[in-house]
T-cell receptor, first 114, second 113 residues
Framework: NAGVMQNPRHLVRRRGQEARLRCSPM?????VYWYRQLPEEGLKFMVY????????ESGMPKERFSAEFPKEGPSILRIQQVVRGDSAAYFC????????????FGAGTRLSVL | DQQVKQNSPSLSVQEGRISILNCDYT??????FLWYKKYPAEGPTFLIS?????DKNEDGRFTVFLNKSAKHLSLHIVPSQPGDSAVYFC????????????FGGGTRLMVKP
């Protein structure tokens, strides 16, 4: 029973390029959350998705960031025209969506913008 | 505006003794609280949780206490082991608002042999 899978683990991009981060939730989980962790800080909520729907994107920057969770395939967090301030660890979590909301996290993608 | 705070960035404890990690929150609407443990270069691992209708939950060496009037929760680890050395995050959620987690800034626990 595989856990939450994120890839790539490390991603290096130059300023202005696009970054795509992928997340496959745990089997049976239909709720996906993305969080960002800046150095020496806690995790900050970005977006909450269910299959084919964005439920809450109140933590997403208004520009350049988008997320999707298609009917088939992993959830994708896309960052267009990356800037140095986007360098961070991006974590995906999934949950089965029951009232007891334990979220299970992937190992994260560490994005470095040169 | 930090709704969840962990005021101790680090804590050092001797092996075998009790570790107490503290967490304060400001939003009285939070109804579910969780503790996660994180090693470097890994994702957070769920440890233990507590609903706002309870004041204590225990799982093996880990116990979480919730004081709603003080908006305070704590994680007790006893006895502490060197393998417990990690960063611990408390998190809070609102079950009627999507359950997204609001995290504290973390406490680095070091358990010395």
């Amino acid at each position: 029973n595989a856990g939450v899978m994120q890839n790539p683990r490390h991603l290096v991009r130059r300023r202005g390029q696009e970054a795509r981060l992928r997340c496959s939730p745990m089997k049976g989980h239909s709720h996906v959350y993305w969080y960002r962790q800046l150095p020496e800080e806690g995790l900050k909520f970005m977006v909450y998705l269910q299959k084919e729907n964005i439920i809450d994107e109140s933590g997403m920057p208004k520009e350049r960031f988008s997320a999707e969770f298609p009917k088939e395939g992993p959830s994708i967090l896309r960052i267009q025209q990356v800037v140095r301030g986007d360098s961070a660890a991006y974590f995906c979590a999934s949950s089965p969506g029951t009232a007891k909301n334990i979220q299970y996290f992937g190992a994260g993608t560490r994005l470095s913008v040169l | 505006d930090q709704q969840v705070k962990q005021n101790s960035p680090s804590l050092s404890v001797q092996e075998g003794r009790i570790s107490i990690l503290n967490c304060d929150y400001t939003n009285s609407m939070f109804d579910y609280f969780l503790w996660y443990k994180k090693y470097p270069a890994e994702g957070p691992t769920f440890l233990i949780s507590i609903s706002s209708i309870k004041d204590k939950n225990e799982d093996g060496r880990f116990t979480v206490f919730l004081n709603k009037s003080a908006k305070h929760l704590s994680l007790h680890i006893v006895p502490s082991q060197p393998g417990d050395s990690a960063v611990y995050f408390c998190a809070a959620s609102l079950s009627n608002a999507g359950n997204m987690l609001t995290f504290g800034g973390g406490t680095r626990l070091m358990v010395k042999p």
